[in-house]
């Protein structure tokens, strides 16, 4: 099916440089698949297929950007939007592989949350990681902070963590008492990185699962393999919400990061591409896309739009941000290889 | 050839020669001809394999073009000794660099540098929007940018990437680097991680090998004995692995092994165990070398049946008809004469086994990453393609090694895969 | 010498519970004798070779060798040597390692392994080729190492299944007389499954003729020739011409059978001919002679010429005699003096004795 959608793109874009009426019929927009890609689908593709008459080709990728970089680099750009992380947007601008956002068309930059308007990419969600907890474990009252994540006396049980330095490491340092404003700055100085791995050395018997797939913390938890996992909190919603657990999501501490639409530099359907980022960046339509995943919009107005029994569980929300940072893009840019060899190392011993 | 020859012999002179170059010519022909019939595949081989195989390869040494971009930079630093702090006419050399070079190659290098130095990436990107606007005196502005300009510290790093070939990527796949003084060292131990993963996939890889033999032989072996349907279904049996995903595989293993799993509440049930303390079978080598072998397993058992259905029946009534024992018929004559399908079994599993890395994340511990996992990483994640090529690099030549003493000791030319 | 050096006791062996392979079978083999047991594919003397050799189990009734039951004595303990059909040469040893092979299951040191090697490669006429591997031989070559490995524990008993069924005609008959004087020289028991009639009489002190699982006459080699105890040896045992008749009279061992055309042919009567009884008068192509007009033999016709075949050596007639078409008859090339014409009145001839009477099954 990937490979039918894919055609039919290219098919689209090859018809494009000859007829160019056909070109407003459709535009191919790049995502992860699954059931982000299905709230994409329900709040975006479809009204705006509906509204324009313009048919969105869906493609899928995996985030490796060799596809993407190679793509630009031989003219034979088929994806017209593409979903990235703020990795890929900075890299991607950098580099110039990525066209610039004119944030003019969209209400500019200061309508958006901390860290959401990047020169190349916009982002359309904010997702968060947490860490959640099966509150059947914990009768007597659940942990609260993100140092209960790392207090195995008061909270007794096997954890799962993620099997990567980022946000591991964050996580680690404010569990610690590194306010959650000077996190980059404390990790930025080898001390403040040995104060993390000191961190985590407190509860490295106690990880019994070092999680590298999205899916596993909610599994574990549900397995009672383990009784607390930092996790993605759209994932422990769905388990809440669809499956009827009992999980219970700390936002103390919690990561926020994007998601963000991309154009890659020489795309066909340039005009087609803005006009489509303008109409998810409408409030009315961005906040739709919380009704069918658990995460938050990006744009002040659209957050406003939110029910308040959904706003709730997102990771924007007021109640949850009082004490959040950002993921800071640059910062592992710069230091994820490195940290990654030292993390692996840890790990090993 | 020969024949031509010994027609020659007999007849003599001028018609001899005719005939022989005309046999040549034919022979030349046929010869053409069969290349011209397998060009195609050769072709194929080349653009699929050869190519993509080599350009990777010579990735682990491309230390890009630093020096074409920035020319007064490369001319200024091979005048200066490394040890020195930096003078104006590096900061000048740079800046005027910097001015000119597109924003796009700047990027590429700043990641590049970013290797030899954590941080510097940004603190490139930085320097090169602040001196576009900058004038002469430059010290002042790099300093501003960030104080360790002043110091030999980044400027060492740029020397490093000025060359266009570089062992930077090589040695740091095994756990080796340059020091100051630009001899090879080892890197400090809390980032050494290379060299024990290899050897972890290495042992990985074996472990699985030894099991999917003891398991695969005797299964082999039955096949090879049934007849009719009964082979029919130990095939289909053998072969449903690969009908299925192999994230599926894996989880399904997930479910069976976990401490409240169905292997661990069977053998409670059993009394086996207590149910309180149940067995670490999952996220740990265990699980690892369990999940594994039942994902190779197929590709143990399928060479050494066909060897085995080759090797008629005949043979063992042979052995005991001149007096062997059912034990050594089995370890004199029935087990060298599957040899050959034992050895392509070994090698394909273990060199099956050296590339997986998503059931080690999945069903491993901390302790079992294979060395696939970092080269994906590697590749996929943070796109350091010379990281990812010279980890590929160590793993290929470890393999060769591998194949080479394995050859002495079995002979490949003795392998039979079907 | 024992005359019952090996016998087989109301042996039968069924493979799947209903259709029996080999069905009653008596046998005994003399010590020191050469059998061969021969008949078409699927008669039962694979398996009753098999049986012998420990390969199979008998369903019902005995087997002793040398007196002693060996019916549940597995193959490894029985002590009998086996050559295979190819050989079943042990491809990953050399030649030396093969035929070494039973010396080393028995235990033998290995300064006598090396010198019963040598010697049994010496009987063999292969001599220096210890270290070749088998794949490197010939048909030939890697037979004699087969016979080789088979002699070299000294067995009392060497079995040997369609040795020779790979090997082409000229090299075949010249492994015939060598195994038949490596026999005669070793005096050991052979017992030889072949479903080469030729080979069979050729080499063997007795044939055993196997058909549908029964054992339908074991005889010398003359006698199974001379004196075929029915039609199917008859038939499979070398050439016979087949007329079908009546018998009208019997007396001491002779009768004359009516055949369809109403002639009368005097024969030796087989076992259980009686009168009245259908029966079929058999007679060797090469015992018919040309006989002259008025010659007054005791069975003498005349045909018609329908085809004439050259040979070299001999000429084949195909005559339409005695109510039966296609009867052949084997001339010596030197007995014809004048041409034949198609089409002719020819008189031929035989005498009684080389005919015989069989009753039709």
Known sequence: MRSLKLMLGGAAIAVVASAPVLAQDALTVTSYGGSYTKSQEQAFYEPFAKETGVKVLQDEWDGSTAKLKGMVETGQVTWDIVDVEPGHALQGCEEGWLEEIDYSKIGGREGFVDGAAMDCAVATIVFSTIYAYDASKFPNGGPQTMADLFDTEKFPGPRSLRKAPKTTLEFALIADGVPTADVYKVLGTPEGVDRAFAKLDTIKKDVKVWWSAGAQPPQLLADGEVVMATAWNGRIFDAVKNDGKNFKIVWDGQGQDFNLWAEPKGLKNKELADRFIEYTMRPDVMSQQSKYISYGPTKKTAIEKVPADILADLPTAPENTKNSFVVDAEFWADHDEELTERFNKWLAQ | MKYAVTFAEKHGGEEQSTLARQMARTKRRAKLQALALIAPLMLFLVVVLVLPIGTLLARGFDNGDAAALLPRTAEALSAWNGQDAPHEELFAALAGDLKEAAREDVAVLAKQLNYHDAGMRSMFLKLARKVRTAEAPYAPSFIEVNEDWSSPRYWRALQQVMPSVTDFYILSALDLMRDENGDIASVPPSTAVNLEVLARTFTVSASVTVMCLLLGYPLAALIARSRGTAANVLIVLVLLPFWTSLLVRTSAWVVLLQSRGVVNNVLAWLGMIDPEAPLDLIYNRVGVVIAMTHILLPFMILPIYSVMKGIPPVYMRAAASLGARPLSSFFRVYLPMTMPGVSAGCLLVFILALGYYITPALVGGPRDQMISYFIAYYANQVTNWGMAAALSIILLVAVLVLYVIYNRLVGIQRLRIG | ?361
């Open chain 3, 1 to 361: 010498m024992n005359e019952r050096f090996i016998s087989f006791e109301a042996v039968r062996k069924s493979y799947d519970g209903a259709n029996y392979v080999v069905r009653g079978l008596d046998l005994d083999v003399a010590e020191g004798e050469f059998l061969t047991l021969l008949g078409p594919s699927g008669s039962g003397k694979t398996t009753t070779l098999m049986m012998l050799a420990g390969f199979e189990e008998p369903t019902h009734g005995s087997i002793s060798l040398g007196g002693a039951r060996i019916d549940s004595v597995p193959a490894y303990d029985r002590n009998i040597g086996m050559v295979f059909q190819n050989y079943a040469l042990f491809p990953h040893m050399t030649v030396g390692e093969n035929v070494a092979f039973p010396l080393k299951m028995r235990g033998v040191s290995k300064s006598q392994i090396s010198e019963r090697v040598s010697s049994a490669l010496d009987m063999v006429r292969m001599a220096g080729f210890e270290s070749r591997r088998p794949s490197q031989l010939s048909g030939g070559q890697q037979q004699r190492i087969a016979l080789a490995r088979a002699l070299v524990f000294e067995p009392r008993l060497v079995l040997m299944d369609e040795p020779l069924g790979a090997l082409d005609k000229q090299l075949r008959e010249h492994m015939q007389i060598e195994i038949k004087h490596l026999h005669e020289r070793l005096g050991i028991n052979v017992v030889y499954v072949t479903h080469d009639q030729s080979e069979a009489l050729t080499m063997s002190d007795r044939v055993g003729v196997f058909s549908d699982g029964v054992l339908q006459q074991i005889a010398t080699p003359h006698e199974l020739y001379e004196k075929p105890a029915n039609i199917f040896v008859a038939g499979f045992v070398g050439e016979n011409n087949v007329v079908p008749g009546e018998v009208v009279d019997i007396d001491a061992g002779l009768c004359r059978v009516r055949t369809p055309d109403g002639s009368v042919i005097s024969a030796v009567a087989g076992e259980h001919v009686r009168k009245p009884a259908r029966v079929v008068v058999v007679v060797r192509p090469e015992r018919i002679v040309l006989a002259r007009e008025g010659d007054e033999a005791a069975n003498r016709f005349a045909g018609k010429l329908e085809e004439v075949i050259y040979h070299g050596d001999h000429v084949r007639l195909r005559l339409n005699l005695l109510g039966s078409e296609g009867l052949q008859v084997k001339l010596a090339a030197s007995a014809i003096t004048a041409p034949f014409s198609l089409g002719a009145t020819i008189h031929v001839g035989w005498r009684p004795q080389d005919c015989r009477a069989l009753i039709q099954s």
